[in-house]
Structure formats: C-alpha cells, structure tokens
C-alpha cells in the first residue's frame, strides 16, 4: 500500500515553455501533499506543502508565481512550472501524507528529471 | 524540528547487518524518528519510524534509546540493492514538513 505516482519521469523542453507535472496517491486519500526539488548531489529541498482544496504554503525563496501548485481532489496534485529556464533543471519529486503528521510517514514518487534546454 | 547528525558514509558487507547510527540529542516529546533511503535516481523511500519503543517491519528494526536521543536503524541482512543513502529525519509538527539532512552513503560490498 501506499503508492506515490509521479509523471512524466522525464521530460526536457525547451527554454521558455511551461512543463506540468502530476503526483498521485494511487491507493490512499492525501490530504497533503509536498513538493520537493533536489539538484545534483545534494539533498532534497521541500518547496511547498498543498493542503486539498487550498492554497500552497511556499518555503522561503520559492517563487509562487513560477511554481503552480494545484490539490484539487484527493489523489491529485500538479505542480507547473512556468517560462521554463535552464537554471530549473532539476529533479522534482512530490510526496503524499494520508492524515495527520503525527505518526503518519510520507510516502514519495520516483521523481521528474527535468531539464530545460 | 530537532536536528540529526548521521556519519557521511558506512561500508557493510553482503550478508551481514547493518547498524546505521543517527544523533538527535534535540528530540522533543512529541516527535518522531523516521527513516527513509534514496536509491540513485530515484524518489526517497519509506523505511520505519518510531516515537519512544524499538520498531521493527519486514524492512529494518529501529532500536531508540531510552533517553531518545540517539537511534540506530539497522537491516538485518544488507544485500547489494541496499546500497543508498540512508536519511534520519525528526518531526513532530502537525505541519508535517521533513527537512532532510545529507543523510548517510550506505555501500553494501559483495
């Protein structure tokens, strides 16, 4: 059980298009989400946190406007990423949370490799 | 959240256990300790946690300390496909946000 689906697993484009990415909790409800970005060798950076039905809490220095995040059901979140630039090449990964924090471990998508030409 | 501090890297060789340490002199009451691993080019993976008692599932047994300030995860039985690095995060916000440190490079030998 608790099944995190992440796609596409690898996309590239080009410098300027917007690319959408969709995380899904396959056999749970999560009602929070979390996206996380992770460039080479270092570790994973938590980018936001999507409660369904709401608005995203951004961490400090994520730009909100170039990172779309949308929870519409409990199974979906997507994160876009707008006017796409190089220096967004990374891997995106998101995460799912089925209730409350206490006790209740996140469950992770194999990741989006992204790079942006 | 209360930090951790785990060793950079650990050998083991196939077959035998594998005892990674994680430090979190820091730990509240309320939080817990997880662990999850990251397999080169992939999204972490969940592997145990525990709040106050040793845990164990088919994966890993994790051993707290009475005083919960430090753990151990350990896998009984390390074979190649274990090789990865090896993150102990503490938390206990109802926020539900995990920071994760640079963890440990585990490398099973055959």
């Known amino acids: 059980g608790a099944v995190v689906s992440q796609h596409p697993s690898w996309v590239i484009c080009k410098s300027g298009t917007s690319v959408k990415i969709e995380c899904r909790s396959l056999?749970?409800?999560?009602?929070?989400m979390f996206w996380y970005r992770q460039f080479p060798k270092q570790s994973l950076m938590l980018m936001a946190t999507s409660n369904e039905g709401s608005k995203a809490t951004y961490e400090q220095g994520v730009e909100k406007d170039k990172f779309l995040i949308n929870h519409a059901s409990l199974t979906l979140s997507t994160l876009t990423v707008t006017s796409a630039h190089p220096e967004d090449s990374s891997f995106y990964i998101c995460?799912?949370?089925?209730?409350?924090?206490?006790?209740?471990?996140?469950?992770f998508g194999d990741g989006t490799r992204l790079s942006i030409l | 959240d209360a930090k951790t501090t785990q060793p950079p890297s650990m050998d083991c060789a196939e077959g035998r256990a594998a005892n990674l340490p994680c430090n979190h002199s820091?730990?509240?009451?309320?939080?817990?300790v997880y662990w999850y691993r990251q397999i080169h080019s992939q999204g972490p993976q969940y592997i145990i946690h525990?709040?106050?008692n040793n845990e164990t599932n088919e994966m890993a047994s994790l051993i707290i300390t009475e005083d919960r300030k430090s753990s151990t995860l350990i896998l009984p039985h390390a074979t190649l496909r274990d090789t990865a690095v090896y993150y102990c995060?503490?938390?206990?916000?109802?926020?539900?946000?995990?920071?994760f440190g640079q963890g440990t490079i585990l490398t099973v030998h055959p």
């Open positions: 995460s799912a949370r089925s209730g409350p924090a206490e006790g209740q471990p996140q469950h």
């Open positions: 525990g709040l106050k």
């Open positions: 995060i503490v938390n206990g916000t109802s926020y539900g946000k995990l920071t």
């Open positions: 820091t730990i509240s009451g309320n939080e817990y």
């Open positions: 056999d749970f409800q999560a009602t929070t």
